[in-house]
């Protein structure tokens, strides 16, 4: 595993902010790899630009040694815009939802 600085070098790349930092490298100098959870909602049959940010953060975690857990929002995606002033989030269906995280999950894992 690289040394606290090059990961923290490698973390703040790209970042706006780091919210508590001094957690962050307490954290890192346990000497553990962190575990990592980003969740993203299966609205839409694929993965879209959009989702590359968080995706290409992640892969950098990832390469540190850090530990990766992709959430898919099954029960989230399934709500939609709860507003009902988005149509770009309509309410989908359990079938739809479970399509829709199979193909994020053949994409995310290639």
Same mark, same amino acid.
């Given at each position: 595993m690289k040394s606290i600085k090059e990961q923290l070098e490698v973390i703040r790349r790209g970042a706006d902010e780091i919210l508590v @930092?001094? @957690?962050l490298v307490a954290r890192l100098e346990e000497g553990r790899p962190l575990r990592i959870k980003a969740g993203f909602d299966p609205t839409a049959p694929d993965l879209h630009?959009?989702? &590359?940010?968080?995706i290409n953060k992640l892969r950098q975690?990832?390469?540190?040694?850090? @530990?990766?857990?992709f959430l898919i929002g099954?029960? &989230?995606?399934m709500i939609?815009?709860?507003?009902?002033k988005s149509t770009t989030r309509p309410p989908l269906t359990q079938q739809d939802v479970e399509q829709n995280s @199979? &193909?994020?999950?053949?994409?995310?894992f290639k």
């Open positions: @930092e001094k @957690e630009l959009g989702h &590359t940010v968080l975690f990832q390469d540190l040694g850090h @530990e990766i857990l099954d029960f &989230t995606g939609g815009d709860p507003t009902g @199979e &193909t994020y999950q053949q994409q995310i």
